[in-house]
């Protein structure tokens, strides 16, 4: 109702119309995560469990490192057997699906053996995305952080958030991603050996909507910097280069729109 509501009320401004519905909805996502995160605390406190809720939205932090010097900040006054609770906070670089690289900034900022990310719609990660590839898919368990790296930012992987594969990288605390409806599973593995496997593909991703440049030119061949030329056009109008093929006379380039820490 309320997007209806402002699609009547911004009729004929189709940019306002999709901006306000995106900042709403993300609102709202926050908001049930706060109720929900402050619901799970008061169940654990009435059945008697040692724990604490900590309000992440009382920061104040432009970056992932400010909000890990609140965290640890904090975390001084919190017993080690409490069990905390706390929700996901949106750092602007990050975009939706911030939980995961606010839970590995806690790890981190916690000193935290080992991370798990319990996904309600993925078991784990997949070989591909069971939704797009018919027959089945296979189920990997582990990966380097490396391999999870390149399959959040080059194939757009949703089991993990690409900002939390960094973080914990630098930590060396590995991470699984599990699934809230199979607590016996033990889900994906993500870590600093991965398992130790070479010359395997492991997953597959697609992309849509990628941008596809070629540049031809017969001076190409015999002039210095001009694929530089290329880039430097590409990085100022806000794109990054995704994978690149180059003949003599031409450079063809595949671009995706860059992030905003970029």
Known sequence: RVFNAIGFLSRGNQNYIAHS??????????LGESVSIRAAHA??????IPSRYLDLHDFKADTPEELRGNVRRSLAGIGSEELLFLSGYPVPQWDRGYSDPTAAVVAEAAGADALE????DSDGIRSSDPSKIKGGTSFVPRLSYR??????????????????VPIVQRAGIPVRIRYTKDSRNEGTLIDGDGDGQTG??????????VPVITVQSLEMGGTRGYAQGVFDIIAKSGYNVLCLGDEMNSLTVAVDKARPDA
């Open 21 to 30: 519905k995106q900042l709403i909805e993300a609102s709202l996502i926050d």
């Open 43 to 48: 169940r654990a406190q009435r059945a008697g």
């Open 117 to 120: 990310i319990w996904k309600d």
């Open 147 to 164: 391999e999870a790296g390149e399959l959040c930012d080059r194939g757009k992987m949703k089991a993990i958030n690409a900002y939390a």
């Open 200 to 209: 395997v593909v492991k997953c597959v991703i697609g992309r849509e909507d």
